[in-house]
């Protein structure tokens, strides 16, 4: 039945009612006493009760139709998870809107004139209740291949992990080798050493999963003990053993410690999760992790061998002995392990690639094949084949043959077996190192298992919410002794190809690990060792292959050491001991790859094809700088990157001298030399001290007149040494021409961040009108030479842009002192344009103002037809914020600021701007090129002047006198070269060269 069929009869039944006898006949969702419904009535009623019962009959085919149609596509199409489940949603949808109809709905009659029928109490909330509880049994017995798929898992899963928490030398009652007993070892003081393992482990997985069914965000997300700490708790048993020995006190304290790592890392995952902190787990280097997993597998696989054997393993002459002598045992676990990787590389060559069920299928067979292996071989009795070690011992160290009660007081040694009394604080105290390294990596699974799940299952993760819940899931295994838990990503990959999903179902999961936290260790006896060591060397092989096999050629030499550093560390020595090699190999690479990845100087180049934002210079200063002997050639500039520490310091400041020494004393000597931080991230102590000696030896030793160190950001050099001061510190310089005013100053304002200050007799013109007038009243005729002051040896700025522009008045000034002092007055006049008042000027001075700033532009052409040019200007005045253009209006004229100052900006990139001083033209290419504005223009004085020429008067002057109009497209041309060769274009890439 289609949707539209489906809504037409609801629509039709839930409108049958007919008028008879002036009163409406109600539906029949309602009950009402038969007495006041005539014999028509009740015709009519039984008629539509029989529809409703077919209609149910229908839905409900329906429904076991969807069913079966689930279950098939769950057999056969494993691979097509996220197809399915996006299926699976549209299908359920009106699924339960009619369970919700059906349940629900509750016509009541109209009101009309006579009184209405009375009616039943509704039973609508019971047949909902009764529906919800039907459909939740329904879920359950419909995933519960899925929920007994698990719990064969987790009772595989309990066996060869819960009998490894303890050390092989901490002998079981039911240990048929005691020689090790106090030899190096000692007899475990409670009985059922695996038993209480294997309880343990799957109490841990209980907790995790009741957690992960109400807490997190995956609706099939399977809770695991963390089996990959099982090192972690060697080394805590080996620990507590040193200082308290092997009786029941050392057990106490072992037990307390598993609670409190655990409640540790449930409270780091509940803070990470609340705080949304849950990225930072990713910034532990690759790398070390990666080593850890090795490290961790090859563990795996060296207690999978103990298991086996029921021997210490070790890598010495004894270790081979031993594995000589259990070969008999240990036949089996190489016999399947073989078997299961031929397997694997069949079904891979096949083109079937990963199969998901192979293993656990696999692992599950394991036992039954090693019964008739048994019986091929001879029919070994089951007392004769433990005592061979090839099963556990009998729980409470009974034999196979007597009664055992799963009633006993082992069944609660977890929750009884922490007394305060006898807890070793000594020993708690020695194990924080191996506590603070567990949670550390406990930390990694997380964020692995959480995303890869998501894609798995194609739902959206949220991370923060997945930490809190582990938060939970740890802390209350903790609160009660037991060990960490996550959320496993294969078991839940598997639990959801299954068909396993929602939260009941996963409670079953719990609940039927729950009986095998009571009958598992019972159970646990007929399984045969080799399934358990099969099963460790299967994992730890797994991991050591992913540690230091598949990363081969994903890191880099210097990486890849340190993984085979870990590794074996961690395999010899122990937990401890690779968390410091991790902490070494972290801090190693990161030197190495500093030093030989990252040279810390980025660029050494002149400055001749360099600019800075002073354009507008005179045509005298500017042929200096240009010149090829000395100008901007004799300017060295140093582009330094990264972080500068002791590791590469030494090579930075080599390579600065050997360049030094190679341009002394040839045509390309430098004069001056700018060392540009900007992409300097950070610099430690012993860095920053060697900067401060470089300084002083590019000065004696490489006759370096001027030194300028560029900070790249306001707040000074990334580094706490105060660099700043140790740079700056300088002598002055004084040029021969130059006549200065160092008697009038301190030593303190000599030593100036600006090179040229306005001279001291008109520094405070802005401030003093009658000076003001007398400057204002000397622009016609020439005005008299002033004197500029001294300048510093060394000069710290914030930006490439100024230390260029400092440099380049250095250069003009060791060739003409007078011309950089015509320059000063230059810029004195665009100083007291831009902040003087304007009171003090006449239109006629802004008409002077104009000519020199536009002669200036028009450099060598007539000043004739400059005044041409300037007769086409009109003055315009603008006031404090207002608005020249915005950005993508139309260009219909330039404008030369007179006075005031301007900035330019782009509105959607916040901080892109540039000011505009007088003497500037702006709108010039728009003008020329007709595009739209490119920036957007206001006002930010009190008040600016400027002289605008329009588009049409230009264009009248390309039609009448073409070669004046051409002074506009040279204005073009120039700023246009001159921000190409911007050094701001440098900094990062050099994609504008000038051709």
């Given at each position: 039945?289609?949707g539209?069929?489906?809504?037409?009869?609801?629509?039709?039944?839930?409108?049958?009612?007919?008028?008879?006898?002036?009163?409406?006949?109600?539906?029949?969702?309602?009950?009402?006493?038969?007495?006041?419904?005539?014999?028509?009535?009740?015709?009519?009623?039984?008629?539509?009760?029989?529809?409703?019962?077919?209609?149910s009959?229908?839905?409900?085919?329906?429904?076991?139709?969807?069913?079966a149609?689930?279950?098939?596509?769950?057999s056969?199409?494993?691979?097509?998870?996220?197809?399915?489940?996006?299926?699976?949603?549209?299908?359920?949808?009106?699924?339960?809107?009619?369970?919700?109809?059906?349940?629900?709905?509750?016509?009541?009659?109209?009101?009309?004139?006579?009184?209405?029928?009375?009616?039943?109490?509704?039973?609508?909330?019971?047949?909902?209740?009764?529906?919800?509880?039907?459909s939740?049994?329904?879920?359950?017995?419909?995933?519960?291949?899925?929920?007994?798929?698990?719990?064969?898992?987790?009772?595989?899963?309990?066996?060869?992990?819960?009998?490894?928490?303890?050390?092989?030398?901490?002998?079981?009652?039911?240990?048929?080798?005691?020689?090790?007993?106090?030899?190096?070892?000692?007899?475990?003081?409670?009985?059922?050493?695996?038993?209480?393992?294997?309880?343990?482990?799957?109490?841990?997985?209980?907790?995790?999963?009741?957690?992960?069914?109400?807490?997190?965000?995956?609706?099939?997300?399977?809770?695991?003990?963390?089996?990959?700490?099982?090192?972690?708790?060697?080394?805590?048993?080996?620990?507590?053993?040193?200082?308290?020995?092997?009786?029941?006190?050392?057990?106490?304290?072992?037990?307390?410690?598993?609670?409190?790592?655990?409640?540790?890392?449930?409270?780091?995952?509940?803070?990470?999760?609340?705080?949304?902190?849950?990225?930072?787990?990713?910034?532990?280097?690759?790398?070390?992790?990666?080593?850890?997993?090795?490290?961790?597998?090859?563990?795996?696989?060296?207690?999978?061998?103990?298991?086996t054997?029921?021997?210490?393993?070790?890598?010495?002459?004894?270790?081979?002995?031993?594995?000589?002598?259990n070969?008999?045992?240990?036949?089996?676990?190489?016999?399947?392990?073989?078997?299961?990787?031929?397997?694997?590389?069949?079904?891979?060559?096949?083109?079937?690639?990963?199969?998901?069920?192979?293993?656990?299928?696999?692992?599950c067979?394991?036992?039954?094949?090693?019964?008739?292996?048994?019986?091929?071989?001879?029919?070994?009795?089951?007392?004769?084949?433990?005592?061979?070690?090839?099963?556990?011992?009998?729980?409470?160290?009974?034999s196979s043959?007597?009664?055992?009660?799963?009633?006993?007081?082992?069944?609660?040694?977890?929750?009884?077996?922490?007394?305060?009394?006898?807890?070793?604080?000594?020993?708690?105290?020695?194990?924080i190192?191996?506590?603070?390294?567990?949670?550390?990596?406990?930390?990694?699974?997380?964020?692995?298992?959480?995303?890869?799940?998501?894609?798995?299952?194609?739902?959206?993760?949220?991370?923060?919410?997945?930490?809190?819940?582990?938060?939970?899931?740890?802390?209350?295994?903790?609160?009660?002794?037991?060990?960490?838990?996550?959320?496993?990503?294969?078991?839940?990959?598997?639990?959801?190809k299954?068909g396993?999903?929602?939260?009941?179902?996963?409670?079953?999961?719990?609940?039927?690990?729950?009986?095998?936290?009571?009958?598992?260790?019972?159970?646990?006896?007929?399984i045969?060792?080799?399934?358990?060591?099969?099963?460790?060397?299967?994992?730890?092989?797994?991991?050591?292959?992913?540690?230091?096999?598949?990363?081969?050629?994903?890191?880099?030499?210097?990486?890849?050491?340190?993984?085979?550093?870990?590794?074996?560390?961690?395999?010899?020595?122990?937990?401890?001991?690779?968390?410091?090699?991790?902490?070494?190999?972290?801090?190693?690479?990161?030197?190495?790859?500093?030093?030989?990845?990252?040279?810390?100087?980025?660029?050494?180049?002149?400055?001749?094809?360099?600019?800075?934002?002073?354009?507008?210079?005179?045509?005298?200063?500017?042929?200096?700088?240009?010149?090829?002997?000395?100008?901007?050639?004799?300017?060295?500039?140093?582009?330094?990157?990264?972080?500068?520490?002791?590791?590469?310091?030494?090579?930075?400041?080599?390579?600065?001298?050997?360049?030094?020494?190679?341009?002394?004393?040839?045509?390309?000597?430098?004069?001056?030399?700018?060392?540009?931080?900007?992409?300097?991230?950070?610099?430690?102590?012993?860095?920053?001290?060697?900067?401060?000696?470089?300084?002083?030896?590019?000065?004696?030793?490489?006759?370096?007149?001027?030194?300028?160190?560029?900070?790249?950001?306001?707040?000074?050099?990334?580094?706490?040494?105060?660099?700043?001061?140790?740079?700056?510190?300088?002598?002055?310089?004084?040029?021969?021409?130059?006549?200065?005013?160092?008697?009038?100053?301190?030593?303190?304002?000599?030593?100036?961040?600006?090179?040229l200050?306005?001279?001291?007799?008109?520094?405070?013109l802005?401030?003093?009108?009658?000076?003001?007038?007398?400057?204002?009243?000397?622009?016609t005729?020439?005005?008299?030479?002033?004197?500029?002051q001294?300048?510093?040896?060394?000069?710290?700025?914030?930006?490439?842009?100024?230390?260029?522009?400092?440099?380049?008045?250095?250069?003009?000034?060791?060739?003409?002192?007078?011309?950089?002092?015509?320059?000063m007055?230059?810029?004195?006049?665009?100083?007291?344009?831009?902040?003087?008042?304007?009171?003090?000027?006449?239109?006629?001075?802004?008409?002077?103002?104009?000519?020199?700033?536009?002669?200036?532009?028009?450099?060598?052409?007539?000043?004739?037809?400059?005044?041409?040019?300037?007769?086409?200007?009109?003055?315009?005045?603008y006031?404090?914020?207002?608005?020249?253009?915005?950005?993508?209006?139309?260009?219909?004229?330039?404008?030369?600021?007179?006075?005031?100052?301007?900035?330019?900006?782009?509105?959607?990139?916040?901080?892109?701007?540039?000011?505009?001083?007088?003497?500037?033209?702006?709108?010039?290419?728009?003008?020329?090129?007709?595009?739209?504005?490119?920036?957007?223009?206001?006002?930010?004085?009190?008040?600016?002047?400027?002289?605008?020429?329009?588009?049409?008067?230009?264009?009248?002057?390309?039609?009448?006198?073409?070669?004046?109009?051409?002074?506009?497209?040279?204005?073009?041309?120039?700023?246009?070269?001159?921000?190409?060769?911007?050094?701001?274009?440098?900094?990062?890439?050099?994609?504008?060269?000038?051709?």
């Open positions: 039945m289609s539209g069929e489906e809504e037409s009869n609801r629509l039709l039944l839930s409108s049958s009612v007919r008028q008879i006898g002036g009163r409406e006949l109600p539906s029949t969702y309602e009950e009402h006493d038969d007495r006041f419904i005539s014999d028509e009535d009740a015709m009519m009623r039984q008629s539509i009760q029989a529809q409703e019962r077919s209609q009959v229908h839905m409900a085919a329906m429904e076991a139709a969807h069913i149609y689930s279950l098939d596509q769950t056969y199409h494993d691979g097509e998870t996220s197809k399915q489940t996006s299926e699976h949603d549209d299908q359920t949808t009106p699924r339960r809107q009619r369970q919700q109809y059906y349940g629900s709905t509750n016509l009541r009659s109209t009101k009309t004139n006579e009184s209405p029928l009375p009616s039943h109490k509704s039973t609508t909330s019971e047949r909902r209740s009764k529906t919800k509880t039907t939740s049994l329904k879920q359950v017995l419909h995933q519960s291949t899925a929920v007994i798929l698990v719990g064969m898992l987790n009772i595989m899963s309990a066996v060869p992990f819960g009998v490894s928490y303890f050390p092989i030398s901490w002998k079981g009652d039911g240990d048929t080798d005691t020689d090790d007993v106090g030899a190096g070892g000692g007899q475990f003081p409670l009985p059922g050493k695996e038993a209480l393992g294997i309880r343990m482990f799957l109490f841990s997985t209980i907790i995790g999963q009741v957690v992960f069914a109400f807490s997190s965000k995956f609706e099939n997300a399977i809770g695991l003990q963390m089996v990959e700490n099982v090192p972690f708790c060697h080394s805590l048993a080996n620990i507590v053993i040193a200082q308290q020995g092997y009786g029941i006190e050392a057990l106490s304290t072992l037990f307390f410690l598993f609670g409190l790592s655990s409640v540790l890392v449930g409270l780091v995952f509940y803070v990470l999760g609340r705080l949304e902190l849950g990225s930072i787990v990713y910034f532990f280097p690759s790398h070390v992790l990666v080593g850890c997993i090795g490290g961790i597998g090859v563990f795996i696989m060296i207690t999978g061998i103990e298991v054997t029921n021997e210490a393993f070790t890598f010495s002459v004894n270790g081979l002995e031993s594995l000589r002598d070969w008999n045992s240990l036949a089996w676990v190489i016999f399947f392990e073989a078997t299961l990787r031929l397997l694997m590389y069949l079904v891979h060559r096949g083109g079937k690639g990963h199969v998901p069920l192979l293993s656990p299928i696999y692992f067979l394991i036992t039954p094949l090693f019964y008739l292996g048994m019986f091929l071989m001879g029919s070994m009795h089951q007392d004769d084949a433990e005592s061979a070690r090839y099963f556990f011992p009998s729980p409470a160290g009974e043959s007597s009664s055992f009660s799963i009633w006993n007081k082992e069944l609660f040694n977890i929750w009884t077996m922490v007394d305060f009394s006898t807890i070793s604080w000594t020993a708690v105290y020695n194990s190192p191996t506590i603070i390294a567990l949670t550390l990596f406990s930390l990694i699974h997380v964020p692995i298992n959480i995303p890869a799940f998501a894609i798995s299952t194609n739902t959206e993760p949220d991370m923060n919410a997945e930490l809190i819940a582990h938060g939970y899931a740890n802390g209350l295994s903790g609160l009660f002794g037991g060990l960490q838990n996550y959320m496993a990503y294969s078991y839940s990959v598997l639990y959801s299954s396993g999903t929602g939260r009941v179902s996963s409670l079953a999961v719990a609940a039927i690990t729950s009986i095998l936290f009571v009958v598992g260790p019972s159970i646990a006896k007929f045969p060792r080799c399934m358990a060591g099969t099963l460790l060397a299967h994992i730890g092989i797994d991991l050591m292959v992913e540690g230091v096999y598949e990363s081969y050629g994903n890191f880099d030499y210097i990486e890849y050491s340190g993984i085979w550093l870990i590794t074996i560390v961690m395999s010899t020595y122990g937990m401890e001991a690779a968390l410091v090699a991790g902490v070494a190999a972290a801090l190693s690479t990161y030197v190495v790859q500093s030093i030989t990845y990252q040279n810390p100087i980025r660029s050494i180049r002149s400055a001749k094809t360099l600019r800075s934002s002073a354009r507008n210079r005179l045509l005298a200063a500017a042929k200096i700088l240009d010149d090829d002997y000395v100008g901007r050639g004799r300017i060295l500039l140093i582009q330094l990157q990264g972080h500068l520490f002791f590791g590469n310091i030494t090579q930075l400041t080599n390579n600065i001298k050997d360049v030094l020494s190679k341009r002394q004393g040839t045509a390309h000597e430098a004069w001056i030399v700018i060392l540009d931080f900007t992409l300097v991230l950070g610099i430690d102590s012993s860095a920053a001290q060697s900067l401060a000696k470089l300084k002083g030896t590019m000065h004696k030793k490489y006759s370096i007149d001027i030194s300028i160190y560029v900070t790249g950001s306001s707040k000074g050099f990334p580094t706490q040494y105060e660099l700043s001061r140790d740079l700056s510190r300088s002598t002055l310089i004084i040029p021969e021409k130059a006549v200065t005013f160092a008697e009038e100053e301190t030593e303190e304002e000599s030593e100036s961040v600006h090179l200050r306005v001279p001291q007799r008109t520094r405070s802005s401030e003093n009108p009658e000076s003001a007038k007398r400057m204002l009243d000397s622009i005729f020439r005005m008299p030479l002033t004197k500029f001294s300048f510093p040896t060394d000069h710290v700025t914030e930006s490439l842009d100024s230390a260029l522009t400092f440099a380049e008045d250095v250069l003009i000034a060791r060739q003409s002192p007078e011309l950089l002092n015509d320059e007055e230059w810029n004195t006049l665009a100083n007291l344009a831009a902040h003087g008042d304007s009171r003090l000027y006449s239109v006629s001075d802004e008409e002077e103002l104009a000519f020199k700033y536009l002669s200036n532009l028009c450099s060598g052409e007539d000043t004739d037809e400059v005044m041409q040019l300037l007769s086409l200007f009109e003055r315009e005045v006031k404090n914020h207002d608005v020249l253009w915005r950005r993508g209006a139309e260009s219909d004229c330039l404008k030369l600021l007179i006075r005031g100052s301007l900035v330019a900006l782009l509105e959607d990139e916040t901080g892109t701007r540039e000011d505009i001083i007088p003497g500037a033209v702006l709108g010039e290419l728009g003008l020329v090129t007709d595009c739209v504005r490119l920036s957007t223009v206001e006002c930010i004085s009190e008040e600016a002047v400027l002289f605008s020429l329009s588009k049409r008067a230009w264009e009248e002057l390309a039609k009448t006198n073409p070669k004046v109009a051409r002074f506009i497209d040279m204005i073009v041309i120039r700023y246009l070269s001159h921000r190409v060769q911007h050094v701001s274009n440098r900094i990062f890439e050099t994609r504008c060269l000038p051709i």
